[in-house]
């Protein structure tokens, strides 16, 4: 396939936490970024726009993102959500799903191919193993949307092969520059399109005996668990203040 206009929506999925760099809007490099670099070099119009905001609940993507996305005209769309809804206890699933079924009916009607996510498997990682339930219940809901709109799925759910470790930044919950690496070849993959993109080389995760662990865990909660708690008894988000990385279509290099 060949697309000439590409908009990405979301959270810090696919804002790029987690890559870093200095040089692009917002510090954040990210898989979005990388498949618009494979992309743009198949045609000589291409245009890349992202809206996504890191903390953004799935309402919001919706609220926030789905219109400004439509008019920008749009051929090619990928939106993930839900990361942020199903981390918290209380979540009605049935109705994000109808939100999320009306907004990818939005977006397909207006003539882009769209590419939905499911969650990863939340079973790899110890600190949120415990919303494995509702989240296989959110990932079937996406695949039923995708099916009724002829989305494409990205189905994060079944990539088992990876080591948290390895994958994930030190905040244990957003990708590191070689999980975004792995999702952006996920997704040109999944769309048909040739790239030259190769998995980057997997750093060495050191093994710890179990009082190390324990000192690792300890001191991850007070770095990241703990102002996360915090932003959510206050109300507050990681996303507060921030704009989108790439508000209009433009080329990427």
Same mark, same amino acid.
Request: cysteine-free.
């Given at each position: 396939?060949?697309? @000439?206009?590409?908009?990405?929506? +979301? #959270?810090?999925?696919?804002?790029?936490?987690?890559?870093?760099?200095?040089?692009?809007?917002?510090?954040?490099?990210?898989? /979005?970024?990388? $498949?618009?670099?494979?992309?743009?070099?198949?045609?000589?119009?291409? +245009?890349?726009?992202?809206?996504?905001?890191?903390?953004?609940?799935?309402? /919001?993507?919706?609220?926030?993102? %789905?219109?400004?996305? *439509?008019?920008?005209?749009? &051929?090619?769309?990928?939106?993930?959500?839900?990361?942020?809804?199903?981390?918290?206890?209380?979540?009605?699933? !049935?109705?994000?799903?109808?939100?999320?079924?009306?907004? *990818?009916?939005?977006?397909?009607?207006?003539?882009?191919?769209?590419? $939905?996510?499911?969650?990863?498997?939340?079973?790899?990682?110890?600190?949120?193993?415990?919303?494995?339930?509702?989240?296989?219940?959110?990932?079937?809901? *996406?695949?039923?949307?995708?099916?009724? @709109?002829?989305?494409?799925?990205? !189905?994060?759910?079944?990539?088992?092969?990876?080591?948290?470790?390895? $994958?994930?930044? !030190? &905040?244990r919950l957003h990708?590191?520059? $070689?999980?975004?690496?792995?999702?952006?070849?996920?997704?040109?993959?999944?769309?048909?399109?040739?790239?030259?993109?190769?998995?980057l080389p997997v =750093?060495? %995760?050191?093994?710890?005996?179990?009082?190390?662990?324990? @000192?690792? #865990?300890?001191?991850?909660?007070?770095?990241?668990?703990?102002?996360?708690?915090?932003?959510?008894?206050?109300?507050?988000?990681?996303? &507060? +203040?921030?704009? =989108?990385?790439?508000?209009?279509?433009?080329?990427?290099?």
């Open positions: 396939m060949t697309f @000439h206009r590409y908009v990405a929506l +979301g #959270d810090s999925f696919t804002e790029g936490v987690g890559d870093p760099d200095p040089a692009r809007p917002n510090g954040w490099r990210g898989w /979005a970024d990388r $498949v618009a670099e494979v992309l743009a070099a198949t045609t000589t119009d291409f +245009g890349y726009a992202n809206l996504a905001i890191r903390g953004r609940k799935l309402p /919001a993507i919706i609220a926030e993102q %789905v219109e400004p996305a *439509v008019a920008l005209q749009p &051929d090619l769309v990928t939106i993930h959500g839900g990361g942020n809804d199903v981390l918290r206890p209380k979540v009605d699933l !049935d109705a994000l799903a109808a939100a999320y079924d009306d907004a *990818v009916g939005r977006l397909a009607a207006g003539g882009a191919h769209v590419v $939905v996510f499911t969650i990863a498997d939340p079973g790899l990682n110890p600190v949120i193993r415990m919303i494995r339930g509702r989240t296989a219940i959110f990932n079937e809901w *996406v695949r039923e949307i995708a099916d009724r @709109h002829g989305a494409t799925v990205v !189905d994060m759910w079944r990539m088992r092969g990876w080591k948290v470790a390895e $994958v994930m930044d !030190d &905040d990708l590191n520059p $070689v999980g975004h690496q792995a999702i952006a070849i996920e997704v040109l993959d999944a769309l048909g399109v040739q790239h030259p993109l190769a998995p =750093p060495e %995760v050191p093994l710890l005996d179990r009082r190390a662990q324990r @000192h690792a #865990d300890l001191q991850w909660a007070r770095t990241h668990l703990a102002p996360w708690v915090q932003r959510r008894l206050t109300g507050r988000s990681s996303g &507060d +203040g921030v704009e =989108p990385k790439r508000p209009q279509l433009s080329p990427i290099r």
